[in-house]
Each structure stands twice: as structure tokens, then as C-alpha cells.
């Protein structure tokens, strides 16, 4: 069953992920338009950006797992999955700068500086930037191995996104935790390959 799984996979344009990938960034967007975000549509708009963001990204690092315990080979649209993560996370950047701070960038540079979670959170958008910007055909075959060493930034970043989760919230919730979870957890799993690796060779 997963072989047939993985054919009519492999059949599949990776284009149509990227249009309904972002269809909950359009539902989001017209349910603020139209009240359906509660009393603080703002920051519902940007915690719900921020979590599909980190998703995203999760999904993109469960990958390799899925393929190596499960046999189901999604290394096709993991491409789409980072770069929707990482679109998720521009917009939700984009939706603290402009709505929640108004581009009042005095305020932004303080919060950077005092708020530990938002150095986090920022931190972690400045690793994504270079792997976005890296992830064309192009820039794979003319980086060769230094693509690989240089997308090994996004298990960390993915771990900075998911503590800047947990610590922007005033009590921690089972979301947050487990989505710090799977993150540390995938990225140990991907250390202990590493090392193992290492170690045979």
C-alpha cells in the first residue's frame, strides 16, 4: 500500500501545495476583515501565522523520518513545505511589524533587546532567510555540498521557532509544548544519525 502511495506521489506537480498551502493565510485574512478573530483580531492573526508557520517547518523535518521508518516518500515537496514555512514566517513578521507596531521602529528595537522571545523568534528568521534564498535548482547545483551544511541551519532554526512559541506565552499551553517537543525530538533524532555516521565511517 505505501509503494502505491509513493507512486501516485510521485505523479503529483508539487505547484498545487503551494496554492492551498497558503489558503489559511486568505481564510485568516477574511475572517479579520470580518470580525471572526475575537477582540484582539491582531494578535490572533499573528499567533495563527506564526503556528502554521512552525508546521510547516516541522513538516518539512519529519521528512526524512517518514521516509526512513515508514517508507512514505514526501522528499518531493519538501521544498514547498520550507518555503510555505517560511512565507508563513514573513507573514507573521510582517503582521507584528505593521499591525502590532506600526513600523514604530524605536519600539521594535526595544523589543528585540528586552524581549527574549522576539530576539528568539527573530534570530530564527534571520537562519531561515539564506535557505530561502538558496532553495532554487540553481543555487543547489552551484553550492553543491556547502547547500547541504548550510540548510543544516533549519533544525535549529526550527527549534528557536518553536521555543519563541512556548515563551511568548504567558502560560504554556500543550500546543506549545508539543510542538517544541517534535522539534527537539527530530533534531536529536537527525544528531544521532549524524553521529552514528560518523562514528562507521
Not at 18 to 42: C, D, H, K, Q
Not at 143 to 164: E, F, I
Request: charge should be positive; glycine fraction near 8%; hydrophobic fraction near 55%.
Amino acid at each position: 500500500m505505501i509503494d502505491t502511495l509513493n507512486q501516485t506521489l510521485r505523479r503529483l506537480p508539487e505547484w498545487p501545495l503551494y496554492i492551498l498551502g497558503f489558503l489559511p493565510a486568505v481564510w485568516l485574512l477574511w475572517l479579520g476583515v470580518n470580525g471572526g478573530l475575537g477582540v484582539e483580531p491582531i494578535k490572533a492573526l499573528e499567533h495563527e501565522l506564526g503556528v502554521i508557520a512552525l508546521q510547516f517547518l516541522i513538516a518539512t523535518l519529519l521528512v526524512t523520518p517518514l521516509r526512513r521508518y515508514a517508507g512514505l516518500n514526501l522528499l518531493k515537496f519538501r521544498r514547498a513545505f520550507g518555503l510555505l514555512g517560511f512565507g508563513y514566517v514573513c507573514l507573521h513578521l510582517l503582521t507584528w511589524l505593521a499591525l502590532d507596531m506600526s513600523f514604530l521602529w524605536g519600539q521594535i528595537a526595544e523589543d528585540l533587546v528586552e524581549r527574549p522571545y522576539i530576539t528568539i523568534g527573530m534570530a530564527a528568521f534571520l537562519m531561515l532567510l539564506p535557505l530561502a534564498l538558496t532553495s532554487t535548482k540553481a543555487a543547489i547545483r552551484r553550492m553543491g555540498m556547502r547547500w547541504h551544511k548550510l540548510h543544516r541551519l533549519s533544525y535549529v532554526a526550527v527549534v528557536l521557532g518553536g521555543l519563541h512559541f512556548v515563551m511568548q506565552e504567558k502560560v504554556w499551553s500543550v500546543q506549545s509544548l508539543a510542538y517544541l517537543a517534535i522539534a527537539v525530538s527530530v533534531v536529536a533524532m537527525r544528531a544521532l544519525w549524524m553521529t552514528r555516521r560518523v562514528a562507521r565511517s
